[in-house]
Antibody, heavy 121, light 107 residues
Framework: QVVESGGGVVQPGRSLRLSCAASGFSFSYYSMHWVRQAPGKGLEWVSLISNDGSKKHYADSVKGRFTISRDNSKNTLYLEMNSLRDDDTAVYYCAREATLLVVVGDAFDIWGQGTMVIVSS | DIQMTQSPSSLSASVGDRITITCRASQGISDYLAWYQQKPGKVPKLLIFAASTTQSGVPSRFSGSGSGTHFTLTISSLQPEDVATYYC?????????FGPGTKVDIK
């Protein structure tokens, strides 16, 4: 399973770091993703990181502001969010790409419960 | 970027009805297509991957088909527990993209 944490209420322009703790599988073998969902809206893919951290991709909407990283020794995924804007308000999910050692080639089979980020003054 | 569209945006059907949701990609994505079910207030759940392969534990009334740019999700006999929003997802390449969703409820 994966469990997100770190969400909360933050003012526009400020920063926040989300964490996703994984357990029950060999975390270091899987690519991981962040997906968000604004209130009442659909799913939006945010970012991915390969199993070894060497490959990273971002949605245009967060490029240059968000940074994905991982610590395989701690089985933890991170999302550093800077220069937050009102439209970053969403539930943020971390998700596992289903096939080990694949980067963008499979669906997401494990999702966390999500952590809510509210950007508001 | 590859854009995903879904139709209809919502539908209402009776228990036992066969329903079909369509997903289209703006360019060919082979079979790199997944379907997710999200019940109200819940986490998305993987139903179908590789366009037509059903995830373990998913009821057999769910099936997927298609390749290239046109895909469908079919529920052969709608059940009350199938009330949810269904999303298709392109994972052919980054950026990964989701369809806007189809909301299904019971008439």
């Amino acid at each position: 399973q994966v469990v997100e944490s770190g969400g909360g209420v933050v003012q526009p322009g400020r920063s926040l770091r989300l964490s996703c703790a994984a357990s029950g599988f060999s975390f270091s073998y899987y690519s991981m993703h962040w997906v968000r969902q604004a209130p009442g809206k659909g799913l939006e893919w945010v970012s991915l990181i390969s199993n070894d951290g060497s490959k990273k991709h971002y949605a245009d909407s967060v490029k240059g502001r968000f940074t994905i990283s991982r610590d395989n020794s701690k089985n933890t995924l991170y999302l550093e969010m800077n220069s937050l804007r009102d439209d970053d308000t969403a539930v943020y999910y971390c998700a596992r790409e289903a096939t080990l050692l694949v980067v963008v080639g499979d669906a997401f089979d494990i999702w966390g419960q999500g952590t809510m980020v509210i950007v508001s003054s | 970027d590859i854009q995903m569209t879904q139709s209809p945006s919502s539908l209402s059907a009776s228990v036992g009805d066969r329903i079909t949701i369509t997903c289209r990609a703006s360019q060919g994505i082979s079979d790199y297509l997944a379907w997710y079910q999200q019940k109200p207030g819940k986490v998305p759940k993987l139903l179908i991957f590789a366009a037509s392969t059903t995830q373990s534990g998913v009821p057999s009334r769910f099936s997927g088909s298609g390749s290239g740019t046109h895909f469908t999700l079919t529920i052969s006999s709608l059940q009350p527990e199938d009330v949810a929003t269904y999303y298709c997802q392109n994972y052919n390449s980054a950026p990964i993209t989701f369809g806007p969703g189809t909301k299904v409820d019971i008439k």
